[in-house]
């Protein structure tokens, strides 16, 4: 079975200041790993994904996501918060179907 | 449209009755996807079509829970006898059907349905 965890509920950072939202992964075989960010009372909307290549895979609005297998683990960055990046974000895993994390809130205080 | 169509917007009803819940996917998309979102949390898979067929409907929790797509595009989201606890945000989902599923899903905006 395939999954992915979001170790926090909250991150909190001052706009300007680097962010990370974390995100391991299980799977067998490879794994294709998506990142969606949500706000309020929206869908859901794609960032990123990685399938294969550079670890580092970047995204819109300047978000870009670290692959690393030997800690199997995906966490989203941007090297400069904005308050307008407060959302709900989601880690996802797909296989036939995409199976998402619990999600981390994240808030960027002025 | 351009994007995932979600109709209704809202549902509210009350316990016992029947809804309906339409997607409509992006032309062109054969994969479409129904997910269940509770506050504060993620999406929770139900079901996934490939062209008319359900190709995996492991998430279904029970038999009160139907979908159907059967021209291929657009599918209707069918719970019976609902309950307080079927309330929450349906989320539907379209892709392309790649190689090794690797792409990405576009959602909708979702109904959320208040069953009183």
């Known amino acids: 079975a395939q999954s992915v965890a979001q170790p926090e509920d909250q991150v909190n950072v001052a706009e300007g200041n680097p962010l990370t939202v974390k995100c391991t992964y299980s799977?067998?075989?490879?794994?294709?790993l998506f990142w969606y960010v949500q706000y309020p009372n929206r869908g859901l909307q794609f960032l990123l994904k990685?399938?294969?290549?550079?670890?580092l895979v970047k995204g819109s609005y300047g978000f870009e996501a670290e692959f690393n297998k030997s800690q199997t683990s995906f966490h989203l960055k941007k090297p400069s918060a904005l308050v307008s990046d407060s959302a709900l974000y989601f880690c996802?895993?797909?296989?036939?179907?995409?199976?998402f994390g619990a999600g981390t809130r994240l808030t960027v205080k002025p | 449209g351009a994007g995932v169509s979600q109709t209704p917007s809202n549902k509210v009803t009350e316990k016992g009755k029947y809804v309906e819940l339409r997607c409509d996917p992006i032309?062109?998309?054969?994969?479409l996807y129904w997910y269940r979102q509770s506050l504060g949390q993620g999406p929770e898979f139900l079901i996934y079509?490939?062209?008319?067929?359900?190709?995996?409907d492991s998430g279904l929790p029970n038999d009160r829970f139907f979908a159907v797509r059967p021209e291929g595009s657009v599918s209707t989201l069918k719970i019976q006898r609902t309950e307080r606890g079927d309330s929450a945000v349906y989320l539907c989902?379209?892709?392309?059907?790649?190689?090794?599923?690797?792409?990405?899903?576009?959602f909708g905006e979702g109904s959320r349905l208040t069953v009183l």
């Open positions: 989902a379209s892709s392309l059907t790649l190689a090794a599923n690797t792409g990405e899903l576009f």
């Open positions: 799977v067998s075989g490879n794994p294709y």
């Open positions: 990685y399938i294969t290549g550079d670890n």
């Open positions: 996802a895993v797909r296989g036939g179907d995409m199976r």
């Open positions: 032309s062109g998309h054969t994969a």
């Open positions: 079509f490939q062209g008319t067929g359900a190709a995996d």
